[in-house]
Nanobody, 123 residues
Framework: QVQLVESGGGLVQAGGSLRLSCAASGLTFSSVAMGWFRQAPGKEREFVAAISRRSQSTYYKDSVKGRFTISRDNPKNMVYLQMNSLKPEDPAIYFC????????????????WGQGTQVTVSS
């Protein structure tokens, strides 16, 4: 059974930083591309960032480029999302997801999902 567990969410001031973590089990971690998505209340789930299976390529939603960094540590079965300069548009539940094919901006392309971690930004 594939399991993805997010952590690191919380409440931060606008302009602050958070580092989200996702621990994976039940799969060969190095064989999957990983993505981060987010969903705000009343909104569609949207792509945030993705990383290829061996960290050779990363991809970002335009609005987070230069602020967010996705990374992975394959020996530890971990993927991270470093979020800096948080803005009012960023609060949401953040989900990590795994794709056994390739990264994608489309949520349906990911077969496995975590349960999410809440990010709240205060101003």
């Amino acid at each position: 059974q594939v399991q993805l567990v997010e952590s690191g969410g919380g409440l931060v001031q606008a302009g602050g930083s958070l580092r989200l973590s996702c621990a994976a089990s039940g799969l060969t971690f190095s064989s999957v591309a990983m993505g981060w998505f987010r969903q705000a209340p009343g909104k569609e789930r949207e792509f945030v960032a993705a990383i290829s299976r061996r960290s050779q390529s990363t991809y970002y939603k335009d609005s987070v480029k230069g602020r967010f960094t996705i990374s992975r540590d394959n020996p530890k079965n971990m993927v991270y999302l470093q979020m800096n300069s948080l803005k009012p548009e960023d609060p949401a539940i953040y989900f990590c997801a795994a794709s056994r094919t390739s990264w994608s901006v489309v949520a349906a392309s990911y077969a496995s999902w975590g349960q999410g971690t809440q990010v709240t930004v205060s101003s």
